[in-house]
């Protein structure tokens, strides 16, 4: 029989646990289907959904079988494609999102579909890439879902970023910006200066008063916000939305879900939308584009070899991250 081939793998054998509960061990290299790709990883990123699914607080997300393999984002290089793959063959650099329900990115090696795989060029580092496929779509797809068109066609709108120095709110404020429209952002006080260089119009401390209240120093009204942070509720946004203000929520708790329900009902102008990361290939695409031609950038809160992960999970739990926490192979 032969032997199988083994990689470095990071592993979690029960629920909760945190950064200590990480195991590094030996497995076997996985072997693509007929519709995926095997990714040599060059790098990821740690995003809060992995250690939420840890903790079992995304219920009912759960890893469906432990020992469970963490991680989503994935930048590295194709080294074998299943027999149906067409866009990729062995050598192409690569952008691509693990499913969730697989687990795998931090491995030396995963399993992806081709149908979320992204081409980069050789010469673009995985670290500047490997935070696009969660926090670059969640953005990209919040702002779609608020009506903004990354080529500036759309009508010009007053948007609100909240949180705008994490993964996610780092991204939707330059894509917002590429949309045309007029950004506020919140941020510790610590990040004000770097928001403004993403491009934003205004930026408010969260901590003072006003951010708080998540106020427009301007005083505009919100056509959109795309909300990142955690644990503001309805009453704070509704002061500031325009007449038909939209609140995209990227952290739907169980009462913003039961707000997206009541304003449905009720026909209210005013919406909450809960928004749930759907992985596509060509969405991927499009920001590895954007990458490539000098119009978006990720921000790097720190870099950790894979032997280093549980000090880059322990970072992403802390919740103080400026941009993407990278994890290099
Ligand atoms: N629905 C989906 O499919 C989906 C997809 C991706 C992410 N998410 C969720 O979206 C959230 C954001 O993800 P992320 O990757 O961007 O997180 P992150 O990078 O860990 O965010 C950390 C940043 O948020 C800032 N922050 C925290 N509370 C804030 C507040 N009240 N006002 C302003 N800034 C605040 C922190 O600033 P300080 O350090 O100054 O406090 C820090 O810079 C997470 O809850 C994540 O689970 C959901």
């Known amino acids: 029989m032969a032997m199988e081939k083994l990689m470095h793998a990071v592993r979690y054998h029960g629920?909760?646990?945190?950064?200590?509960?990480?195991?590094?061990e030996q497995v076997p290299i996985p072997t693509p289907n007929k519709d995926e790709v095997l990714i040599k990883v060059e790098a990821s990123s740690i995003n809060p959904f992995d250690w939420k699914v840890q903790k079992g607080m995304l219920w009912p997300i759960l890893p469906p079988k432990l020992p469970y393999i963490p991680g989503v984002d994935v930048a590295g290089e194709v080294v074998e494609v299943g027999s149906g793959v067409i866009k990729f063959k062995p050598g192409d650099k690569v952008v691509a999102a693990v499913n969730i329900l697989n687990g795998g990115a931090l491995a030396e090696f995963a399993v992806i579909k081709e149908s979320v795989t992204a081409s980069r060029p050789p010469e673009m580092p995985a670290s500047e890439c490997a935070g696009l496929s969660v926090a670059g779509l969640t953005a990209y797809q919040a702002l779609q879902s608020a009506g903004i068109k990354l080529d500036g066609s759309s009508e010009r709108k007053n948007i609100l970023v909240t949180a705008a120095s994490g993964g996610v709110g780092h991204y939707a404020v330059q894509l917002a910006k590429l949309g045309n429209t007029h950004v506020t952002a919140t941020c510790g006080a610590r990040n004000l200066k770097l928001v403004k260089s993403l491009g934003a119009d205004e930026v408010i401390d969260y901590k003072t008063p006003d951010g708080a209240a998540l106020k427009s120093t301007s005083g505009k009204k919100y056509d959109a916000v795309i909300h990142c942070a955690m644990g503001i509720p309805w009453s704070t946004f509704e002061?500031?939305?325009?007449?038909?203000?939209?609140?995209?929520?990227?952290?739907?708790s169980a009462s913003a879900l039961m707000t997206f329900?009541?304003?449905k009902l009720t026909f209210s102008k005013k919406q909450l939308v809960p928004?749930?990361?759907?992985?596509?290939?060509?969405?991927?695409?499009c920001l590895v584009d954007l990458v490539k031609n000098?119009?978006?950038?990720?921000?790097?809160d720190s870099k950790y070899p894979l032997n280093k992960v549980e000090e880059a999970w322990a970072r992403s739990v802390d919740g103080h991250a400026t941009g993407k926490i990278i994890v290099e192979l």
């Open 275 to 285: 928004l749930f990361l759907n992985p596509r290939g060509e969405n991927l695409q």
């Open 239 to 252: 002061p500031n939305l325009s007449s038909n203000g939209k609140v995209i929520d990227v952290t739907p």
């Open 15 to 24: 629920y909760d646990g945190g950064p200590s509960a990480l195991k590094h």
């Open 294 to 300: 000098g119009k978006l950038k990720t921000v790097i």
């Open 261 to 263: 329900a009541i304003k």
